[in-house]
């Protein structure tokens, strides 16, 4: 619980695990866009 408040105070600890999730986020979109386009063409 100490570990998750400090998550949501610190943004040392906030802003790069949010910029994190938000490029994994992209990446998954765009390798599940491009399977799915490379399946179609198939």
Avoid: H, N, R, W
């Amino acid at each position: 619980m100490q570990l998750l408040k400090a998550f949501f105070t610190d943004p040392v600890i906030f802003f790069p695990f949010t910029g994190l999730a938000i490029l994994l986020g992209i990446c998954i979109f765009y390798a599940v866009y491009f399977i799915s386009k490379m399946s179609e063409s198939a």
